[in-house]
C-alpha cells in the first residue's frame, strides 16, 4: 500500500518528467541547428541538472557531517541520482554529436574526455563507498565529489562543444524554453529522490 506522501512524490516526478518532455518537443528549430537543437536542449539540461543536483546532495552532506542525521538517506539517494542523470546526459549526447559532427564520441573534445572522467572517479567513488560503508565516509565522499565535479567543469577548454549555446542565442524565446526544461530535470530528480527516500524509510 502506498503511503499519503508516496503519491505527491510520484504525481510530481511525473507531472515534471513529462513537462520536460513537452518543453523539448516544442522547442522551435534554432537557425543554424534546426530540430538538433532539441537534442542539443535535452543532452544539456540532463548534464547542467546533474551539476546542481550533485550540489544539492554536497549540501546535504554537509549538513549531515553538521548533526543532522535525518539527512543521509537524501544525501544518498540524491547523489545517486545525480551521477545517474551525468550518465544519462553523456548517452543522450550521442545523438547529436552524430548529427552535427558526424562522430557518436568525440574523444578528442576536451569536454567529452572530462564527461568520461568525472563518470570514471564516480564509479570509482561508488564502490569505495560501498566497500567502506560508513555514513561519514559517504558524506566526504560526497563532498569531495562535488569539488571535483565543479573543478572539471569550470577548468575544461572547448573545441568543438559551444561555451554557452543558450545563453550566446539571441532568442530570448530559446532561452526562456531551456531555463524551463532545466528546472523540470532538477524538479523531477529531486521528486523522484523524495519518493525513493519516503519508500526507504517505510521499508526499514
Same mark, same amino acid.
Given at each position: 500500500?502506498?503511503?499519503?506522501? !508516496?503519491?505527491?512524490?510520484?504525481?510530481l516526478s511525473l507531472l515534471f518528467a513529462a513537462l520536460w518532455l513537452i518543453l523539448l518537443f516544442f522547442t522551435p528549430p534554432e537557425r543554424t541547428l534546426g530540430t538538433?537543437?532539441?537534442?542539443?536542449?535535452?543532452?544539456?539540461?540532463?548534464? !547542467?541538472?546533474a551539476v546542481y543536483v550533485f550540489?544539492?546532495? $554536497?549540501?546535504?552532506? $554537509?549538513g549531515y557531517l553538521l548533526g543532522n542525521e535525518k539527512l543521509y538517506l537524501w544525501m544518498v539517494t540524491v547523489g545517486a541520482i545525480a551521477f545517474s542523470l551525468w550518465a544519462l546526459g553523456?548517452?543522450?549526447?550521442?545523438i547529436p554529436a552524430r548529427l552535427a559532427w558526424g562522430v557518436?564520441?568525440?574523444f578528442n573534445e576536451p569536454r567529452t574526455q572530462m564527461t568520461l572522467r568525472v563518470l570514471a572517479i564516480g564509479a570509482i567513488l561508488l564502490v569505495i563507498v560501498w566497500w567502506v560503508n560508513h555514513p561519514k565516509f559517504s558524506a566526504i565522499a560526497i563532498l569531495l565529489f562535488a569539488f571535483i565535479l565543479l573543478f572539471l567543469v569550470r577548468s575544461t577548454s572547448l573545441i568543438r562543444h559551444p561555451a554557452n549555446p543558450v545563453g550566446d542565442s539571441p532568442s530570448s524565446y530559446l532561452q526562456l524554453?531551456?531555463?524551463g526544461i532545466l528546472f523540470s530535470a532538477i524538479l $523531477?530528480?529531486?521528486s523522484v529522490a523524495g519518493y525513493l527516500v519516503d519508500r526507504q524509510r517505510k521499508t526499514r
Open positions: 500500500m502506498t503511503s499519503g506522501k !508516496q503519491i505527491p512524490y510520484l504525481v538538433i537543437i532539441r537534442w542539443v536542449f535535452a543532452h544539456g539540461s540532463l548534464t !547542467q541538472a550540489l544539492i546532495a $554536497a549540501l546535504l552532506a $554537509a553523456f548517452i543522450v549526447s550521442i557518436f564520441v568525440d524554453v531551456y531555463a $523531477a530528480s529531486l
